[in-house]
């Protein structure tokens, strides 16, 4: 156990919860639907971790003579069926339940994402009567992540200071935000692609029952 670490703050898609796949396949499909060329590895490249406005713009940047309302339908469509698929078939990440269940210091989730859809998914998985309330979307308060004002807000609402609270991530906008606050980072996206100035400061594992280890 670290001694230095006295709260937790997780993200959810891929990392409490395996939804980060179907969610960047349901873009991915998407976007082969409207006549983009793009491959399912650099689709999970291009928008894992990014929030929903920049991937409906990116998108929307490359489809010829779009609708005015292009992108808010975009997000409607894959709101709506994102939701299908996840109702469908979604699993909490190996581990996750585990370490919800015997942590033993205050946590809490912090996401990207809308807070209904974080809940849903929480919900569908069985992790949400361990998280209750203890949900910050970046939504609700206007600060995405790389920037890590969630990650401090969370840190304030949990009561400890940003040194003695973890990040556990799965993007690189997660892991940027969780440097950038000055948090203890454990990543369970591997190095490939991440800074090398971000890959200093980050404890890579490979599952959530690493985390034993440390707190």
Not at 59 to 70: C, H, N, S, Y
Not at 157 to 179: K, N, R
Request: proline content about 7%; hydrophobic content about 40%.
């Amino acid at each position: 156990m670290h001694k230095d670490i006295r709260a937790v703050i997780f993200d959810s898609d891929g990392t409490l919860v395996d939804s980060e796949v179907p969610a960047m396949d349901v873009l991915h499909e998407m976007a082969l639907a409207i006549g983009l060329r793009l491959s399912r590895d650099e689709a999970h490249a291009q928008f894992r971790g990014v929030r929903m406005a920049e991937i409906a713009a990116w998108i929307g940047e490359r489809v010829p003579e779009k609708p005015a309302d292009f992108e808010s339908e975009f997000t409607k469509r894959y709101r709506q069926t994102i939701t299908q698929r996840f109702k469908e078939n979604l699993s909490p990440m190996p581990g996750a339940v585990e370490l919800l269940k015997d942590l033993k210091i205050p946590f809490g989730v912090a996401t990207n994402g809308p807070r209904e859809k974080v809940q849903l998914t929480l919900d569908l998985t069985g992790l949400l009567p361990f998280v209750g309330d203890r949900i910050f979307s970046a939504y609700d308060h206007g600060s995405f992540k790389p920037d890590p004002a969630l990650f401090l807000l969370a840190a304030r609402t949990l009561g400890h200071e940003p040194q003695y609270c973890a990040v556990v991530e799965d993007s690189i906008p997660g892991l940027m935000a969780g440097v950038a606050a000055g948090m203890h980072v454990f990543s369970l996206h591997g190095p490939t692609g991440v800074p090398e100035e971000i890959c200093e400061r980050v404890v890579f594992i490979g599952s959530l029952p690493e985390l034993k280890n440390h707190f």
